[in-house]
């Protein structure tokens, strides 16, 4: 039988502070509360980070009971599991090592890059988020892209130099004279996270013990917001990951183009210009095209109606005008089939074409409209139906 003790409700002992890089821990479960489906489980001590200061909180199992959550309230933290677990147990927890080391990457690129922001521009952080893939930094400030990428290489010496991360919590008076960065007002001991020669900051996460840690920083996004900046950051494995991605879609698109990946943005600026020259030329062989087409086309029928699933763009209205010139009273050309539905165009020149488009609509449930002499739309259905219905003009009749 497990071991009993005394149970108590005193503060959590948070062993993350004296060791963020402590994986499992031995302790006493205190109290095991019912919280819906699950369990808010209070231990004597914890490696478990709470959520707090911009990070999410940490998962991984009590004596392999899955544990989903952790929240603190009060100096007390709660393991949210899926199990209960008896009071006065002592119990051995384990956190998931790789996500935590993973979101320590993140912070601790975040730290140095704000410091380096705040520094070199004077734009506070405004905003953090720590999500699962990705890191978002809000500064209340506009950069440049020449900018980012110099706060980009500072940040990243900071990781070759490999510098100590300094934890400390000094007194009211020690504070009064230091110079460090807070997003709040903070009441009660206030902890210090110090990275020498780049950041002090205020911060109640977890941290690496090195900078080195961190792996790489890389800025990978920047946006406008809020008259500020946003940008998204991602630090050691999720930098490496994301290197790896985009360096698998770069030599699949080098492999296609025929060109080395160094100079892959210029085959495609080649690509593109052949592409715009090739629109030219398609354009110029459509309208010979629908000139020709026109000219075989009968337009003797009061409602001339032509179906043609080869056609787009403009080519459409431009056959339409093509037969009015050639005498035609009223002309409906249909682009498309009748799996995939039609995009039509009616016109006439001395006609309103208005009351076959209104009916087309409310038969064919399409959508469209226009002026008198010409409308545009689009519908589904079967050609049969649609040119007896053009035939008919504008009679109610049955289809």
Partial sequence: ????????????????????????????????????????????????????????????????????????????????????????????????????????????????????????????????????????????????????????????????????????????????????????????????????????????????????????????NMVNYKGGERLTMLCGYRALSDYGRKDESCKSVSAALCAKETEISQAVDRLKEEQVSLKGKLASLQQKMIRYLAQEIDVSEHVVTVFDKEISGNAPRELMNQLLLKGASVCAVFAGTESSGYRYVIGSRTEDVRPLCKRLNETFSGRGGGKAEMVQGSLKGSEEALRKICKGGYEDEEI
């Fill in 1 to 220: 039988m497990p071991e009993r003790t005394k149970i108590t409700m005193e503060a959590t002992v948070k062993l993350f502070y004296e060791d963020s890089h402590l994986k499992e821990f031995d302790a006493v479960v205190c109290a095991c509360l019912p919280d819906g489906d699950r369990y808010r489980v209070v231990l004597d001590r914890t490696a478990f980070f709470p959520e707090g200061g911009g990070q999410y909180a940490d998962t991984g199992y009590l004596d392999g009971v899955k544990v989903f959550d952790v929240r603190e309230k009060e100096d007390i933290v709660y393991h949210i599991t899926e199990e209960a677990l008896k009071e006065g147990d002592k119990v051995r927890g384990k956190i998931d090592w790789e996500e935590r080391f993973e979101k320590m990457q993140q912070h601790s690129g975040e730290h140095i890059v704000s410091g380096i922001v705040h520094e070199q521009f004077g734009y506070n952080n405004v905003g953090f988020h720590l999500g699962s893939d990705y890191c978002t930094l809000d500064f209340d400030g506009a950069l440049t892209k020449k900018q980012l990428k110099e706060i980009e290489r500072k940040a990243n010496r900071a990781v070759f130099e490999n510098v100590d991360v300094q934890v400390s919590y000094p007194s009211k008076e020690e504070l009064t004279a230091l110079d460090y960065r807070s997003k709040i007002e903070i009441e009660g001991q206030v902890r210090i996270v110090t990275i020498p020669g780049y950041d002090v900051c205020a911060c109640c996460a977890p941290h690496v013990k090195k900078t080195g840690e961190i792996g790489l920083i890389k800025i990978v």
